[in-house]
């Protein structure tokens, strides 16, 4: 699952910045960060928190 959710994080990361760069998306990215950076802390957490343990 960590290295699922690393790739969807890399992939919807690049895909918001490719439409920015277009002209389809017109949102400051320092603007989005400045009020969404806690729902990032949150996902990180999730994530850790869901992926299971690598000790067999």
Known sequence: ??????????????????????????????ELFKTWWPLILIGLGLATFFTPDQKK
């Open 1 to 30: 699952m960590k290295g699922h959710f690393g790739a969807i994080a890399l992939v919807v990361v690049g895909v918001f910045f490719l439409l920015s760069n277009l002209g389809l998306l017109n949102i400051s990215i320092a």
